[in-house]
Structures are given as structure tokens and as C-alpha cells.
T-cell receptor, first 115, second 113 residues
Framework: ETGVTQSPTHLIKTRGQQVTLRCSSQ?????VSWYQQALGQGPQFIFQ???????GRGNFPPRFSGLQFPNYSSELNVNALELDDSALYLC??????????????FGPGTRLTVL | GNSVTQMEGPVTLSEEAFLTINCTYT??????LFWYVQYPGEGLQLLLK?????DKGSNKGFEATYRKETTSFHLEKGSVQVSDSAVYFC????????????FGSGTRLSIRP
């Protein structure tokens, strides 16, 4: 059974650029959640995707957007990057019969640095 | 709103010492409570969970009891090992329909041989 994988591992961008991060969910899971973890802080919920639709969103601006594909993999897109977007971005997958959140399994994360 | 407060670190202990990491929460209703662990260079791993009052979650020698009367979910281990060195996060999910998990700020634990 393959766990949650994320790509790339590290990424360096400059202010104003756009970035796409990718996540492959664990086999059998249909729900993907994205979190932002700033250095020395706990993860903050960005949004969740269930059945290819957004199913809950945290306090992040619209320039943070996402997609979920029919195979349940997901992308996180961030436009107009700001210095404060520098963080570890975590993807978590889970199985849900009706939305909400079952036990979430996290990937290793993508470290984004914005210069 | 819903929130989690956990003791600030870093916490440094000697091997075989007793560990307690305090966690309290604020939430309406009956949230589920979790402890996650993040080893150096790795992602978050679920350590244990409890879904209702008085439940005790346990795993790898760690335990935590869901105390509704004190709104707490303290993490304990009787004898820590060097391999337990990591960052520990207390977290809650408001209810079964909630999409997000709310995390505390984390407690860094270092165990010296």
C-alpha cells in the first residue's frame, strides 16, 4: 500500500510568481486536505477536497486554490506569491463516506521558499 | 471559536524519564482529540486519538485521556527513549462532519541518553 506522496520536495520562487504543488493520496482514500505549516507553528487548514469539490476552507485568501482529480490526487495552486507564503505545505488523505474527516494520513510535505 | 493550547517547549528529558505534555482545548459540543508526532525531516504521523469523554488513546507506550470536565488531553509516557525526540502536536476535530483539524503550536521534545 502506497502512502501519501507529495511533489516537489523543495521549491524556491520569487514574489509575485505562481506555484503548483501536487499530492497523491493513499490507496483507497477519497478525500484530500491541505495545510500550511509555518516554521515553528502548527499546521493551519487551507481547504479540503471531497469528490472533486471543495468541502471546507480555512482562513486563506482566494489566491490559494485547488483541484482534485478523478483518481483523488490533488493540486494546490498559489498565485501572486508573498514572502509570508514561505512554509511547509502538507497534504493529508483520508476516506470519508459522506464528507467530513476520518483519520488523516499526512505526506512528507513540500517546503516552499519565497524570495 | 475552537482552539488548542499546548505547553511550550522545548522539553528536554533524560532517557527513561516520565513525560507529560499538557494540552487543553476550547470547543463546543464533543470534539475528537488527537496527538500527532513529527520526527525530524518527516511528515506528521497520527500517534493516538480519542473520540469521546473518558476515552483513553494509546500507542507506542504513549497515553492520553479525554477529560471533558477539565477540557484536557495531556500526553504521557512512563519511560521515554532517545527515539521519542520529535515535535508533538495536540489537535482537535470539531465533530464528525467537520473537514478541518485544528492544531496546537507543537512541543519539541528532546531526550538525552
Amino acid at each position: 500500500e502506497t502512502g501519501v506522496t507529495q511533489s516537489p520536495t523543495h521549491l524556491i520562487k520569487t514574489r509575485g510568481q505562481q506555484v503548483t504543488l501536487r499530492c497523491s493520496s493513499q490507496s483507497g482514500h477519497n478525500t484530500v486536505s491541505w495545510y500550511q505549516q509555518a516554521l515553528g507553528q502548527g499546521p493551519q487548514f487551507i481547504f479540503q477536497y471531497y469528490r472533486e469539490e471543495e468541502n471546507g476552507r480555512g482562513n486563506f485568501p482566494p489566491r490559494f486554490s485547488g483541484l482534485q482529480f478523478p483518481n483523488y490526487s490533488s493540486e494546490l495552486n498559489v498565485n501572486a506569491l508573498e514572502l509570508d507564503d514561505s512554509a511547509l505545505y502538507l497534504c493529508a488523505s483520508s476516506f470519508s463516506a459522506s464528507g467530513g474527516t476520518d483519520t488523516q494520513y499526512f505526506g512528507p510535505g513540500t517546503r516552499l521558499t519565497v524570495l | 471559536g475552537n482552539s488548542v493550547t499546548q505547553m511550550e517547549g522545548p522539553v528536554t528529558l533524560s532517557e527513561e524519564a516520565f513525560l507529560t505534555i499538557n494540552c487543553t482545548y476550547t470547543a463546543t459540543g464533543y470534539p475528537s482529540l488527537f496527538w500527532y508526532v513529527q520526527y525530524p525531516g518527516e511528515g506528521l504521523q497520527l500517534l493516538l486519538k480519542a473520540t469521546k469523554a473518558d476515552d483513553k488513546g494509546s500507542n507506542k507506550g504513549f497515553e492520553a485521556t479525554y477529560r471533558k470536565e477539565t477540557t484536557s488531553f495531556h500526553l504521557e509516557k512512563g519511560s521515554v527513549q532517545v527515539s521519542d525526540s520529535a515535535v508533538y502536536f495536540c489537535a482537535l476535530r470539531r465533530d464528525s462532519s467537520a473537514s478541518k483539524i485544528i492544531f496546537g503550536s507543537g512541543t519539541r521534545l528532546s531526550i538525552r541518553p
